[in-house]
């Protein structure tokens, strides 16, 4: 790995969940103004790269990092797409099972009766999809009573990354993202949606269900609406394991039933922990009750020793919990119900690690619970803002928004 750099700033950082050992990596730049970093790809000598996450941060002096990716090499054979065929086309071939595809330019989609590419839980896309940060446009799926839609309606153990969807329209059933109705064991990397999603529940703006799977420097924005009694969120409906880390929704969730959150419906751990971490919510929310402005509901099964863990996020979500008397779900500012189920009086799952989360102050929470019960509030914004940023990463992951009224991702901005 190589790069340009300034020689009178002295050394250059690198930063990756990449890399191994996890840690932070200097390099002199030298005088000519180029530094170099040698990685190795035996899985053995470090530094060495853990192929899964190929993104890296690269910070010299006091500026702001910066992101690039190393390309992802692998014997799958690589198929380049141009239009509309080509996506469909991906369903050839046991769902395109162990192919590397790289989007080639921006497709419009207006025109076009699509065809979720990966249709249930046996029946799965697997591959590579490198978007090249290109734009697919107007996807449109109108399927109410069906399960498992969106571009991909079902995808296992694979990459999607650097690909925006833009005023995408995705009616479903249950299973329902404009990317993903169902992933398991796949990473979306620096993906975002804008448009509307809707479908009877388990729905979200990037994924419907998410299992074991990772969202990771992503957005969305629009409106995601429940029409039944199944969970929904800005981000994912569910999710079951994996890390959700430096993303963002701006999305307004509309749900006439119980499990609505502004960035997760529902999360639980999996096979592995599931993680929320350095993310925000906009937008509002409205539910019957287990609405939160972060996650709706999470549940601790103790079924192995992994947990759901949640630390330095933040909502600025005004919520509207229409039940006054909940029967089956707490709701709160930032996280709604934290336990296995409603008990009188409500006791939070003490095995739910959760730390530093913020909301933003007046904004509302009709029907929430007092703000003395554990997990279901969270302290005032202004405190990250003006006397607790050092518990915060203002280095390589967050910095001041230009309006001086809540932190921003460095990244993966909301300006």
Known sequence: MTGICEALL???????????????????????????????????????FAVGDPLIQIKQGSHSPVMTRIMYISSYPLVKIYNAADLQNMTVGNYAASKAYVLMNDIDLSA????????????????????????????????????????????????????????????????????????????????????????????????????????????????????????????????????????????????????????????????????????????????????????????EYNLNSNTPILKNSFTLANIVVSNSNPTGYASGSAIGHAGSLLVSPYVADPGIQISGLYHLSGATCTYCNPAAVAHSSAANLSTILNWSKATWDYTWTWKTHSSGARPDLLVNPKN
């Open 10 to 48: 002295g050394d250059v950082s690198i930063k990756s969940s990449a890399l191994r050992p996890l840690q932070l990596y200097t390099t002199p730049c030298s005088a000519e103004g180029t530094f170099s970093l040698t990685i190795n790809t035996d899985g053995v000598t470090a530094p060495y």
């Open 112 to 299: 076009v009766n699509y065809t979720p590419v990966g249709s249930g839980a046996m029946n799965f896309w697997r591959g590579l999809f490198f978007g090249e940060g290109h734009t697919i446009s107007h996807l449109w799926i109108n399927s109410g009573g069906q399960d498992y839609k969106g571009l991909f309606g079902s995808a296992k153990d694979g990459f999607i990354q650097d690909l925006h969807l833009e005023n995408a329209t995705v009616v479903g059933y249950l299973y329902v993202g404009a990317l993903v109705g169902r992933a398991v064991g796949v990473t979306m990397s620096r993906v975002s949606v804008t448009g509307s999603v809707s479908g009877f529940g388990v729905a979200g703006m990037i994924a419907g269900y998410s299992m074991d799977s990772d969202i990771k420097y992503s957005w969305a924005s629009g409106v995601a609406t429940s029409l039944g009694s199944e969970v929904i969120g800005g981000l994912i409906g569910h999710s079951e394991g994996g890390d959700i880390v430096n993303s963002w929704s701006d999305v307004n969730v509309i749900s006439s039933a119980n499990v609505v959150g502004g960035l997760i419906g529902s999360m639980d751990e999996g096979s592995t922990d599931a993680v929320l971490e350095n993310s925000f919510s906009m937008g509002s929310i409205t539910g019957l009750e287990g609405a939160g402005g972060l996650v709706g509901s999470i549940w």
